[in-house]
């Protein structure tokens, strides 16, 4: 690994190919999304910044990302609960759109937006893992926990669940699997970093993780990193990536996790010394659409996150154009 001269922006290679993969949010994910965004919007026109970049933005940038970004579920679900997809019943499909998204109705069971929906014959609605602890009460089988009708399996139908980024992310890293590949995947956020590497490794994949937060545990990943055979997969944040300068040197794979102003975008793909290609994967119809859509002027700034009105009245749409 070698270290890039303090306080001076990298450029990448002009001819590196840049693709946008395009991810779709859940039923129930966008329901969570459109209610932290309709949050941000007020916190914005009262101008409650502190509100806004602390928690609202963070938490909209995260489940672009990953829905368990913003809500951890244990994904230990028995069996005997999984769910026929509600898109072989047009009826039921129809009706958990419109009181999902439109009603903004809640889950019957622990009173609040829906995750990962599922809606029953009788028309309705709880999260699957209400519905598994429902379930898991021998007193309670057979019985619907709204209106105690008989309800069996086959009587309830789960949301239709898109590849999420991660899968998008595991289905492009496998395209080449030969033993020189290699791949670097950039995100902000540390969190989303940890999950995304035990979720990769859990997968098979050979991963390394450099982070500042555990810089103990990762300081030689990026030279193990280079000096790997392959195919492997190296996992950076992108404060630690600017902070320390790092340069790695290594033909391979670029993915970007998650939206950022072309300049950014720049400088974490110079990175490194000789990629291959670079994949954006974006959450499509949400406010990673509008950060890549974002002027040129407003892009050239070092800052990671936005501070500008103008700007922000664009992403939350406040002004249509900029």
Known sequence: MEVSPPHKRRKHNKDVKFTTHFAQLSLTTRAHYQTLFEESRICFTEKNYKELFLRLLPKLRKICIHFKLYKFENDLV????????????????????????QEKV????????????????CTHIFCRNCIRKWFACARNKGLCPYCRGLLTIDDMFSETRPDTKLEILMKLLRQDTSTNSKSVIFTRYDDALCYFHVHLHHAGFNCLIYTTKKLKYCENSIQKFENSDGPVVLLVDFETARRKQILINAECRVFLLDACRKSIEEELVARVTQPV?????????????????????????????????????????????I
Not at 106 to 121: E, F, V
Not at 287 to 305: A, P, Q
């Open 78 to 101: 028995p069996l005997q609960f999984e769910q026929q997809d509600v898109s072989t019943n047009l009826k039921l499909e129809s009706i958990l759109t419109r009181r999902v998204l």
């Open 106 to 121: 809640d889950c019957s069971i622990c009173l609040s937006t829906p995750s990962h929906a599922l809606i029953t014959r």
């Open 277 to 321: 290609s670079v994949s954006r994967l974006i959450s499509e119809n949400t406010i990673e659409d509008k950060i890549l859509s974002l002027d040129e002027t407003f892009t050239e700034t070092d800052t990671l996150d936005f501070y500008d009105d103008q700007v922000l009245r664009y992403l939350l749409d406040e002004d249509s154009t």
